[in-house]
């Protein structure tokens, strides 16, 4: 690969990264935990390990410090940094409480030794002369200080990964995204566990002045890129794909809410925002059931009975028509009958205030039904107004709509 190439590709990785540790910190400030905080530093570590090992940001490290080499160290920091938070991770998931202290203590210790080791025997190795940032692996193998900072080094990156795809694989969770999560950091390992692979057979010929092998340890680097990528998509896709169907469904509750809270009263919105999608999806959805639950409660006294029946009517009639048609569930019909209700409630009461102004209506007497589904429980309360929404204007809900406004007061 080319330096020019690998420019691209490291600072690319390095702004990804970047940003996911943006939105990871964003989230800490409205929910602080342990693994969100470590998952977030991790990003971080790892955004600064590819910065710094890109050639331009390599070379430019040399050429402020006065040694072509000197960017070598921060980057393999940064990378055991970057894993290691990941082990610590996988203790926070899986160690019982009892052991966690004693575990996170005793492999910081390690981490923190290594770290020193790296940073003494690095400062004390023979590193004059120009660098290949892609090759220093193999150019300096044969100083024995720099040879022992390479093992240092892959010895405390290989226990990290190892041992996290090892407590990655044994992790069983009930939830299917944390699951699948989790599986994908366990295989991100293998791909840095392959820098390693790759490494060290071309570092232990280059030691012994063969640098046949030297190819081979630049594409340990392609390995451990690949492997902080699938990292960073295993710790983040779970939550960015929640975070998608949030928004989805944030906006997909919107027509719903201009009916019963936007057509309404505006003072049930919680804010001016209250319209909009904003960053964070998560609070403003459960904002928006919260309204629209509140509108609904301040439609009530608008409510006439007859919709279910009338969406059950008309079913079996549909159902008549010939074989083979399929069947409407319960949970649908009473989303038709739920849409049909409110949208009459809505008018009437629109209606009334134009008939009544400047003062406010009063709902006529023979009023205030019961809406279907109302004895929803409370966490299911989501799942059913996304029903709601989506048959808002379906052609049954209209039909029902027209069926009972012909047996009650006129809108």
Known sequence: MSEDATNLIYMAIAVIETTVAGWKFA????DFTPTLFFIASSNLWAAGAFAMASPAAYRAIGDVTGHPSAATLPVYICILFTFAHFHLITMLWYTEQVRLRRHIIGWTGIYASATAAMVVLFTSADLSGPADPLR???????????LLFLAVFLGALSSGTLFTF???RRLRLENRGLQHAVKALSISMLFVFGYVVCSVPAIALAAT??????????????SGSIGALIST????????????????????????????????????????????TTWNVGFNLHRRVIEILDGMRA????????????VQDLEKQRLSTGSGVPVTSGEELQAIATAAALRDAAERLDNARRETLPHQPQAPAGLGACLPGENTAAADERIRLLRVARVLYHPMTTEALHRVRRQHVPV
């Open 299 to 310: 439609l009530r006294p608008w409510v006439v009975s007859g919709f279910a029946e009338a």
């Open 233 to 276: 998509y295993g710790l983040s896709g779970a939550a960015a794909s929640a975070w998608f169907g949030e928004r989805r469904d944030h906006r997909a509750l919107h027509p719903l809410w201009e009916v019963v809270v936007g057509g309404v009263d505006a003072h049930l919105a919680f804010s001016s925002d209250s319209r909009h």
């Open 27 to 30: 989230a800490l400030r409205r």
């Open 209 to 222: 002045g063969s640098h046949a092998l030297d190819t081979v340890g630049v594409l340990a680097s392609t």
């Open 166 to 168: 090892w407590r990655c």
């Open 136 to 146: 220093f692996n193999t150019e300096f193998a044969d100083d024995p200080a720099a």
